[in-house]
C-alpha cells in the first residue's frame, strides 16, 4: 500500500515489517534496527549480499548517544553543519547495535535526513531505522514512491509517500573512524562543501571490488538493463542507427539523434537540478528499450563529480 501517514509506517516497524521511506536523496526500505529477524528481510528483499553494511537512520544526535555511539571531535562537526542532510558518517559501532545492521563491521553508518515526512516518522521512534535504497541489489535507486512501487510494492507491506526526492542521489558517506576522515562514497553533499567545513579535502577512499568496505561502490552498481555507455553519441553513429540509441544530455541537445531520443537533465545547466532527475532519467531511457544509452560525461565538478561516478558504476565493462 502506498500512503503519506507516518503512523501507519510506525505500526508495521514495530511489528518488525518493512516500509519504504522517503528521504532528500533516494527512498529507503526500512526497519527496526534492533530487530535482526526484521534487519534480515532487507536483505532477503533487496537480494543484497550479506556483507553489505546498512546504514541507521534517526532524528538526532541525542538519541544516536543514547544508544552508545560516540562522534569524534570531526564526526560532530560535520554531523551540526550538514544534518539533516544528505551526509553519512561512518563511526564506531556500539554493542547495542545488531552485527547484522553492520555486517560484522566494527563501525557503523548513521545519517538523520533532510525530509520532513522521514523526520516525523523518526521523531516517534524510540529506534533507529536501518535502511539502504529501496531497490534491488544493484539497480537504479528509487526517487519516487511508484519507482519503489514498481520493484518491491508487492514485497512490503506499506510505501511511505513523500513526493519526488529533492536530492536526488545517495548520500556522501565520510568515515570519521580513524584520525582524519576518509571519503567512501561521493553523494548528494559536494565535496568542495565538506572541504569548505573542515579546511581540507578529505582523503579519497573510493572503494572497489578488491575492498568492498563500502560495497555500494562494487564497480557495477546503480545499472539500468540496456547497456549506458559514457561518451559522444556521435561516435556510435556508424554502429547503430541513431533510433536505436537514447542520449543522456547535461543542457544541449545534439546533431543528428532525433529530439525525443535525447533526455535533458537540466535545461538551464544546474548540475543540482541535473542530479535530481539523473536517476528518474535513467529509468526512462530504460524503458524505451534503445540498443546503447549513450551518457553524456559532466563537468567534474559539484555534483557533477557524484553524476559521473554513479554513470561510469551503470556503465557497461
Ligand atoms: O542516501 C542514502 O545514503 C540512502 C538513503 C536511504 O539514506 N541509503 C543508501 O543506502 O544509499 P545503501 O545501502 O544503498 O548504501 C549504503 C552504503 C553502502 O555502500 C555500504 O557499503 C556503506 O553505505 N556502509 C554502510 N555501513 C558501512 C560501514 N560500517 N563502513 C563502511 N561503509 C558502510
Ligand atoms: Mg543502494
Not at 561512518?90 to 563501525?107: E, F, L, R, W
Not at 522521514?118 to 535507486?141: K, T
Not at 539500468?224 to 553519441?233: H, M, R, Y
Request: hydrophobic share 45%; net charge neutral.
Amino acid at each position: 500500500m502506498i500512503g503519506s501517514d507516518s503512523a501507519i509506517a510506525e505500526q508495521w516497524l514495530r511489528k518488525g515489517e518493512l516500509v519504504a521511506i522517503p528521504t532528500e536523496t533516494v527512498y529507503g526500505l526500512a526497519a527496526n534496527a534492533f530487530l535482526e529477524e526484521a534487519v534480515s528481510k532487507i536483505y532477503a528483499v533487496k537480494g543484497r549480499p550479506s556483507f553489505n553494511p546498512l546504514i541507521i537512520h534517526t532524528n538526532s544526535i541525542q538519541k544516536l548517544e543514547s544508544w552508545g555511539i560516540e562522534l569524534s571531535a570531526t564526526a560532530l562537526q560535520l554531523a551540526r553543519k550538514f544534518w539533516p542532510g544528505p551526509l553519512t558518517l561512518v563511526v564506531p559501532k556500539s554493542s547495542q547495535i545488531p552485527d547484522m545492521v553492520t555486517a560484522g563491521h566494527p563501525s557503523v553508518a548513521i545519517r538523520i535526513p533532510a525530509h520532513p515526512l522521514a523526520l516525523a516518522l523518526l521523531e516517534r521512534l524510540d529506534f533507529p531505522l536501518a535502511a539502504p535504497s529501496a531497490n534491488l541489489s544493484g539497480s537504479v535507486s528509487p526517487t519516487t514512491a511508484k519507482h519503489v512501487d514498481e520493484q518491491l510494492g508487492n514485497k512490503i507491506p506499506y510505501i511511505l509517500d513523500g513526493g519526488e526526492c529533492k536530492v536526488g542521489l545517495e548520500s556522501t558517506i565520510i568515515s570519521c573512524v580513524h584520525e582524519k576522515p576518509r571519503l567512501l562514497r561521493l553523494g548528494g553533499l559536494s565535496i568542495h562543501e565538506i572541504e569548505a567545513e573542515l579546511g581540507f579535502r578529505p582523503e579519497f577512499n573510493i572503494l572497489n571490488n578488491e575492498n568492498p568496505m563500502a560495497p555500494g561502490m562494487l564497480s557495477r552498481h546503480y545499472a539500468p538493463s540496456s547497456k549506458l555507455v559514457i561518451g559522444n553519441a556521435a561516435d556510435y553513429l556508424n554502429i547503430f542507427d541513431s533510433e536505436q540509441l537514447v542520449c543522456i544530455r547535461f543542457f544541449e541537445l545534439v546533431a543528428k539523434i532525433p529530439k525525443e531520443r535525447q533526455l535533458v537533465l537540466s535545461p538551464n545547466g544546474n548540475l543540482d537540478e541535473a542530479a535530481a532527475a539523473l536517476y528518474a532519467t535513467i529509468r526512462k531511457a530504460d524503458a524505451m528499450k534503445p540498443e546503447l544509452i549513450v551518457a553524456e560525461k559532466f563537468p567534474e565538478m559539484g555534483l557533477g563529480l557524484t553524476i559521473n561516478d554513479r554513470l561510469r558504476r551503470a556503465q557497461i565493462q
